[in-house]
């Protein structure tokens, strides 16, 4: 797939992250350093609370990933009810369950 690059969302020593665009649909692709095998696991493992892979490239010395692009706030932006935290909250802890279960820790 082609895609356009839009903006460059954020660079570090360990990863370049742009906004990107193919066929009128937003992804990011994220540029690390070194080699992240962590990503084809969950390219062959999806959860519906994770964005999902389009794309995994690793190389000896970095990993490119092409991912679903998600709009939204950050969550320490929103304010949130009791309720909705606690579903947030339920949330979360069943995609690190999912994660865990693969050997795979979040820091």
Do not use: W
Not at 58 to 75: F, K, L, P
């Amino acid at each position: 797939m082609q895609y356009e690059t839009l903006e460059l969302l954020k660079q570090s020593k360990k990863s370049t992250v742009y906004l990107i665009c193919s066929k009128g649909k937003k992804y990011i692709r994220k540029e690390l350093t070194g080699k992240h095998s962590v990503y084809e696991i969950l390219m062959n493992n999806p959860h519906p609370g994770l964005p999902a892979l389009q794309e995994v490239v690793i190389s000896e010395d970095s990993t490119a990933v092409i991912e679903e692009y998600i709009d939204g706030r950050s969550i320490g932006a929103v304010n949130l009810s009791e309720k909705q935290f606690r579903q947030v909250s339920r949330e979360l802890c069943s995609v690190l369950e999912f994660l865990h279960g693969k050997g795979i820790i979040h820091r």
